[in-house]
Structure formats: C-alpha cells, structure tokens
T-cell receptor, first 113, second 113 residues
Framework: DTGVSQNPRHKITKRGQNVTFRCDPISEHNRLYWYRQTLGQGPEFLTYFQNEAQLEKSRLLSDRFSAERPKGSFSTLEIQRTEQGDSAMYLC???????????FGPGTRLTVT | AQTVTQSQPEMSVQEAETVTLSCTYDTSENNYYLFWYKQPPSRQMILVIRQEAYKQQNATENRFSVNFQKAAKSFSLKISDSQLGDTAMYFCALTSGTYKYIFGTGTRLKVLA
C-alpha cells in the first residue's frame, strides 16, 4: 500500500491551454474523489467515482472540466482552455465503499499564467 | 445544504501547552461523520481524528481529543502537549450520504519553541 499518488505535482501552463492530471488511488479502494483547494480555503468537492462510474459532479465542475476513471483504477482530470481562475491545488482522495475515511494524495498545484 | 465553519484563521501555542481549535457545522442529516484533518506545509492531508454522530462518547487519539456537542453542532479539537510537528493547517470536515466531504476554511496552527 503506497498511498494515493498524483502526477504531476506542479503544473504551470498558459491561459487557454489544456492540462490533464492523474490520480492513482490506493489499490483496493473503489471510491475516488477530486477536490479543488484555493489559497486560504478548504478543499471543495468537484466529483467522485465509484469504480468506473461518475456518480456526482459539483456545480463547480464547468463544461471545461472532465474527469474519467477507466476500468475503475486510476483517474484523470482534464481542464480545457484553462483560465487564471483555475489556478489551485487539485486534490485526489480514495476510500472504500462504506468507509467514511478518505485518504488524500499530495495534490497537483496548477498555476495558469 | 451542509456547512462547516472554522472561525479561527490562525492560532499559536507554546510547545508542551494545550490548544483548542473550534468548528461548528450544520446538517439536516441524522447520520453523519466529523473529522479533523491535518495538512502540514507542502505535505498531504492526514486524518487526525474522527467522530460518528451517533456516538455520544468523545473520540480520543493519543494527544488529540474532541469535544462533540451534537445539539450545539459544535466539534472542537483539543491538542495536548503540543509539539513542533503539530504545526500545520487543520481542517474540520463533515460527511454523510454520498460521503463527499464538506470542509471548513481551516485554522493555521503554529507551535512555538
């Protein structure tokens, strides 16, 4: 059990570019969550998966955001046509179904210039 | 809607002293869980302590304990014998139903030598 991993750890991109982040959950965890954390704020829920099914999406997740979890293993979060307001830390977490404790990854810090 | 409020943006405590971080929440659910997570500088969030709403007994984990007042919707964290390694952001979180977390804005705790 190596914990939740996220790549890349840091990403700097220019406004208008597309970016993709990856999250590898703890291997036996079938739930996977994405959160966004801006400076001085707590993490805000974006979306979550149970296995490969995306079961809930926040209104924060605009049409420019898309998340996938093929085969119920790793997940990707893509942001198209990035804007400066997208600059934030993107956190991934995983848990077991029926388990209330989530295990967090180190996050991907996105800076849009 | 569920909300979590942390009214102390920053706190400091002398090493070996005791400090209490405050958290209030609002939910209409009967079954929910409350957590305190610690986020050290540039490191991932880790669980400090959890409390099931149906349990009246306050949770304790070594130097960390909570004061759970269900009627008042209050969930404070007490850290005894503070150590330099306790310096971090502390987030209070609430979950029920789909198990997505609702976080507070955090309290930055600094332990002074």
């Amino acid at each position: 059990d190596t914990g939740v991993s996220q790549n890349p750890r840091h990403k700097i991109t220019k406004r208008g570019q597309n970016v993709t982040f990856r999250c590898d959950p703890i291997s036996e965890h079938n739930r996977l969550y994405w959160y966004r954390q801006t400076l001085g704020q707590g993490p805000e829920f974006l979306t979550y998966f149970q296995n490969e099914a995306q079961l809930e999406k926040s209104r924060l997740l605009s049409d420019r955001f898309s998340a996938e979890r093929p085969k119920g293993s790793f997940s990707t979060l893509e942001i198209q046509r990035t804007e400066q307001g997208d600059s934030a830390m993107y956190l991934c977490a995983s848990s077991l179904v029926g388990g209330d404790e989530q295990y967090f990854g180190p996050g991907t810090r996105l800076t849009v210039t | 809607a569920q909300t979590v409020t942390q009214s102390q943006p920053e706190m400091s405590v002398q090493e070996a002293e005791t400090v209490t971080l405050s958290c209030t929440y609002d939910t209409s659910e009967n079954n929910y869980y409350l957590f305190w997570y610690k986020q050290p500088p540039s490191r991932q969030m880790i669980l400090v302590i959890r409390q099931e709403a149906y349990k009246q007994q306050n949770a304790t984990e070594n130097r960390f304990s909570v004061n759970f007042q269900k009627a008042a919707k209050s969930f404070s964290l007490k850290i005894s014998d503070s150590q330099l390694g306790d310096t971090a952001m502390y987030f209070c979180a609430l979950t029920s139903g789909t198990y997505k977390y609702i976080f507070g804005t955090g309290t930055r705790l600094k332990v002074l030598a």
